[in-house]
């Protein structure tokens, strides 16, 4: 039976805070420095960066300036508002990414399909007109590949989805269904496919054959050209952190395909959604609306959709950033139907049990915990107990005392400096807009002067003892605030920033790889472990 916001007040925060946790060897991390940037972001032809040849020169700019780490958001496909912390699935890819170019040489498409394509934006992504026109020529690809492809290329097909089949059947399904539905949420769809039926999903499954082939196809086109891409940043010495975000949408084939696991009723709807309490930011709290997980229920098998989670973006990525790590502590729930956040009420999360049985599947998994913001004694407690690094951000270091966590005198070896994240503004931007007594801050702890101010936070971050430092593109290629990728609490008008190819000059180049050379984050010595 489902389970509704009642059974949370049987629930309370753990009093005590975890020991140690007993683990396998070690995930050592390197002094060593990345970039952070989404691949939205790289340039190309067809109004959306992707996964062709300006993915690859951005890697070859990664190695050549001597950086180890090229940190992304999550790869899920995105929706309304085009979010990459809401997609419609943790673990298929987007098809936005997909580059269609490269789909020339395998007889799926020719230079002739792209006559006619819009006039897109070079420096911003406008989603609309993108998605209109990749939807049509991966469908063209789809009836092309039928009628054209190689065995080979059909086993590959083959091999992909009886690989896949554990995640592949109900999200193509529920991909399908939202085709045939014009893009409504599963919610609204009839109320046997939506609580699924057997007898309704193996209809749907008969009369949708040809949709759910299309998205097969988009699927393993997709993960065969990040396999690619990932492979030659790691033979060039280029690690992927990839991201996974605590929650997942409540309009995905992850809500729909596992409704046991969630905080729902019996017709698949919220009884409680997540969100963030009221503080001194926002006097009614965030309320973001995602569904709560059933952690009573996942811990009965071992949390068997966690490890296949991790193990899902251990594929795409090499080491894995937990976004909203605090809320594997504890996480805020407020019943369905609220308006703010205000009546919500802290519940226990699973804490090191999770952890421990993903590192009993999977072996010792290297993982980056974000743990921004409020944090209690309690998530400190559990991040440290685990030993994963934590992330410092310089953005905040400058409007407290000298006793701010931020700042880098205060910083433990063991955690990730940013000069700011996918939800801040650039360095530069940020520094415009700053009081006269923060800006003074700033320039104090950086000498008396600012010279540069997004290369003096890029030395800043390098010469911690932070044994990572990762820092947004934009601060490199010295972009104000029109490069803000995200602007948290605003719905629209996210994800957009873009670069063009010649703005990776030989000079940025030439001067990161000087910093991560002069402050030793070149590959090589050993600093920090998990």
């Known amino acids: 039976m489902p389970k509704t916001e009642e059974d949370l007040h049987e629930i309370s925060p753990a009093p005590e805070q975890p020991g140690p946790v007993h683990r396998g060897e070690p995930v050592e991390f390197e002094r060593a420095s990345g970039i952070l940037l989404h691949p939205t972001s790289l340039p190309g032809r067809f109004g959306i960066g992707d996964m062709g040849e300006a993915a690859y020169r951005f890697v070859d700019f990664l190695a050549n300036s001597r950086q180890h780490y090229w940190q992304i958001m999550p790869l899920g496909p995105t929706s309304y508002g085009d979010s990459p912390y809401q997609a419609l699935s943790a673990f ?28 897109f934006p070079e420096r911003s992504v406008d989603y609309g007109p993108v998605i209109n026109f990749k939807q049509r020529l991966l469908r063209l690809s789809f009836e092309n590949f039928k009628v054209y492809a190689s065995d080979v290329q059909k086993k590959g097909l083959a091999s992909f989805i009886d690989a896949n089949h554990s995640w592949l059947d109900d999200y193509t399904l529920f991909a399908s269904l939202k085709d045939y539905h014009g893009g409504s949420s599963w919610v609204s769809w009839e109320q046997d496919i939506a609580t699924r039926q057997p007898e309704t999903l193996k209809r749907w499954r008969n009369d949708l054959d040809d949709l759910i082939g299309f998205h097969q196809y988009v699927q393993f086109t997709f993960f065969r050209q990040w396999s690619s891409l990932k492979k030659y940043a790691n033979e060039r010495g280029i690690r992927i952190v ?72 251990l594929q795409q990525a090499d080491i894995v950033r937990l976004d909203h790590f605090r809320g594997f502590e504890a996480y805020w729930a407020v019943p369905a139907g609220e308006e703010t956040a205000i009546n919500g009420k802290w519940v226990q999360g699973p804490g090191v049990d999770l952890f421990q049985a993903v590192e009993r599947a999977l072996g010792p998994v290297p993982i980056i915990a974000e743990d921004l913001g409020l944090i209690t004694p309690e998530v400190e407690a559990l991040r440290k107990a685990l030993g994963f690094p934590g992330m410092k951000v310089l953005q905040f270091a400058f409007s407290d005392d000298a006793t701010n966590l931020y700042l880098p005198h205060n910083y433990e070896s063991n955690c990730v400096v940013y000069t700011g994240t996918h939800d801040n503004d650039t360095s530069l931007g940020w520094f415009s807009t700053l009081n006269e007594k923060d800006r003074m801050a700033v320039q104090l702890y950086l000498g008396g002067c600012v010279h540069e101010l997004n290369w003096d936070m890029v030395r800043l971050a390098f010469m911690s003892v932070a044994h990572t430092a990762i820092i947004p593109l934009q601060d490199v290629l010295s972009v104000g605030s029109e490069g803000r990728m995200n602007t948290p609490g605003r719905s629209s008008g996210n994800w957009g ?18 910093l991560t050379e002069i402050y030793g984050r070149t590959v090589g010595k050993k600093s920090g472990c998990l």
Request: with cysteine; charged share 20%; glycine share 8%.
């Open 242 to 313: 990839g991201d996974i975000p605590l929650f997942v949408a409540y309009d995905s084939a992850d809500a729909w395909a596992h409704q046991e696991l969630f905080y729902f009723d019996t017709q698949g709807k919220p009884t409680v959604v997540a969100g963030v309490p009221p503080d001194y930011f926002s006097p009614t709290g965030q309320l973001w609306g995602n569904p709560l997980y059933h952690w009573d229920i996942m811990a009965q098998d071992g949390y068997a959709w966690w490890i296949a989670r991790f193990k899902a973006v």
């Open 92 to 119: 298929a890819g987007n098809p936005l990414l997909i580059n269609l170019e490269r789909l020339i040489d395998e007889h799926c498409l020719a230079p002739w399909d792209f006559g006619g394509s819009p006039a």
């Open 497 to 514: 920033w873009r670069f063009l190819q010649d703005m990776l000059t030989a000079a940025a180049c030439d001067r990161l790889k000087a």
